[in-house]
């Protein structure tokens, strides 16, 4: 993936924007108030990708997502393992989006490559549709990375929810961020991997095809 302006503006809006926004209102609206201070910058990227291409932008509305659910999860109760609780929701909800979405006609990765792909080119969301009617390869991929992240993302909530109720706080805190971190890692590398193997799928035919002519 080439870091182009569109792809790089996506990326600030819903991770630095609502970070920044966050740490700015925190001393001022408390905890609460800048997590929904923080839900501003993807709300209007929404908003404005619903005003300019008719379509609502997947990773705005899954990062909205998130931050409601941290809000939820704050309103539940503030205590020390609910707080631990907190961060694994959001993830947990994603992973179970992932893998509700695998038996409708278009998996929730779908969505996420087709907004990346319209960012990347002229044209991008049409071509992936084209691509998604006419070849079956890339509909099976799409099912296996949609099952892969969803399984993955829901297994790295339970084990980090096991561990924040049963295990001292302190040895929480040493240990879930390697283990958060550790497996969006190998689920990362295992997706450049899969995404290599296909390209060197498709592209075997075409060298065939050169060599025979």
């Given at each position: 993936?080439?870091?182009?302006?569109?792809?790089?503006?996506?990326?600030?809006?819903?991770?630095?924007?609502?970070?920044?926004?966050?740490?700015?209102?925190?001393?001022?609206?408390?905890?609460?108030g800048?997590?929904?201070?923080?839900?501003?910058?993807?709300?209007?990227?929404?908003?404005?990708?619903?005003a300019?291409?008719?379509?609502?932008?997947?990773?705005?509305?899954?990062?909205?997502?998130?931050?409601?659910?941290?809000?939820?999860?704050m309103?539940?109760?503030?205590?020390?393992?609910?707080?631990?609780?907190?961060?694994?929701?959001?993830?947990?909800?994603i992973?179970?989006?992932?893998?509700?979405?695998?038996?409708?006609?278009?998996?929730?990765?779908?969505?996420?490559a087709?907004?990346?792909?319209?960012?990347?080119?002229?044209?991008?969301?049409?071509?992936?549709?084209?691509?998604w009617?006419?070849?079956?390869?890339?509909?099976?991929?799409?099912?296996?990375?949609?099952?892969?992240?969803?399984?993955?993302?829901?297994?790295?909530?339970?084990?980090?929810?096991?561990?924040?109720?049963?295990?001292?706080?302190?040895?929480?805190?040493?240990?879930?961020?390697?283990i958060?971190?550790?497996?969006?890692?190998?689920?990362?590398?295992?997706?450049?991997?899969?995404?290599?193997?296909m390209?060197?799928?498709?592209?075997?035919?075409?060298?065939?095809?050169?060599?025979?002519?």
């Amino acid at each position: 993936m080439k870091l182009r302006p569109g792809f790089v503006a996506e990326l600030a809006v819903n991770f630095l924007l609502p970070w920044l926004a966050y740490r700015l209102t925190l001393p001022h609206l408390g905890e609460t108030g800048a997590l929904i201070a923080s839900a501003g910058p993807p709300i209007a990227w929404s908003l404005i990708e619903l005003a300019r291409f008719k379509r609502v932008d997947a990773l705005s509305v899954m990062v909205v997502a998130g931050i409601v659910l941290s809000v939820g999860a704050m309103a539940l109760g503030g205590s020390p393992r609910m707080l631990l609780l907190r961060e694994s929701l959001v993830s947990g909800a994603i992973g179970v989006a992932f893998l509700l979405s695998l038996p409708m006609r278009r998996p929730l990765i779908f969505y996420l490559a087709r907004a990346t792909v319209a960012r990347e080119m002229e044209g991008g969301a049409e071509r992936f549709e084209t691509l998604w009617r006419e070849r079956p390869s890339l509909v099976n991929s799409m099912r296996l990375m949609t099952l892969v992240w969803g399984v993955g993302l829901t297994g790295e909530t339970a084990l980090r929810a096991w561990m924040a109720l049963t295990w001292p706080i302190e040895r929480f805190l040493a240990v879930s961020p390697f283990i958060g971190y550790g497996i969006y890692g190998a689920l990362t590398l295992w997706t450049l991997w899969y995404r290599k193997t296909m390209r060197n799928r498709a592209g075997e035919p075409v060298e065939a095809a050169r060599s025979a002519g």
